[in-house]
């Protein structure tokens, strides 16, 4: 299984990275619709990743943090289209998570609040869908047991995607 960081820097939001590395705070590259495209430095490589929050939570649940999906880039790695969710709440262990755009439907595996594609041609088919698609919907169950359903708008998600790809390099 690939190396993917379970989570990130948001604007003003902490998300811790992966090991301690040297990361300097996100600069914003640009508000695209529903998304939000960012550059930061990690290890002196860019890395560059859109985000978005949902448009509406279901569940029954009495707390829960900040949820977010993003897509990220990280070139020096040779890692590009990373598809990872923030769940605000940790997951049941050796549990599952689905991503469903455009009639598509996609499992995530989870670890701890996130959860991430099984591999990159998976990243790429998401990716691709949400570049094309209206809505996405992140189901998912938290370690009680809660279900949730997060439903995402994918406004501005193509432009986004070209702000992060042109900002890192990426074809």
């Not at 690939?2 to 948001?10: D, E, I, L, P, R």
């Not at 999906?69 to 050796?94: D, M, Q």
């Not at 994918?154 to 074809?171: D, F, Q």
Request: proline fraction near 4%; aromatic fraction near 10%; glycine fraction near 8%.
């Amino acid at each position: 299984m690939k190396w993917k960081c379970g989570k990130f820097v948001v604007a003003g939001v902490v998300l811790a990275l992966c090991n301690s590395v040297q990361a300097a705070e996100p600069k914003m590259i640009g508000q695209h619709g529903d998304w939000t495209a960012y550059m930061f430095m990690e290890n002196n490589n860019k890395v560059c990743y859109m985000v978005s929050q949902p448009k509406k939570s279901e569940g029954n649940y009495s707390k829960r943090g900040d949820v977010y999906a993003l897509i990220t880039h990280r070139p020096a790695e040779k890692s590009k289209n990373v598809f990872s969710y923030i769940a605000g709440y940790p997951y049941k262990p050796g549990g599952e998570a689905t991503v469903i755009v455009n009639n598509q439907n996609f499992r995530l595996f989870t670890q701890d609040d996130s959860a991430w594609a099984p591999d990159q041609a998976t990243d790429n088919k998401i990716t691709d869908a949400i570049k094309r698609g209206s809505s996405l919907v992140v189901k998912g169950a938290s370690a009680r047991g809660t279900e949730t359903t997060d439903t995402f708008g994918l406004s501005g998600s193509t432009a986004a995607h070209k702000a992060i790809s042109a900002e890192c390099g990426v074809k």
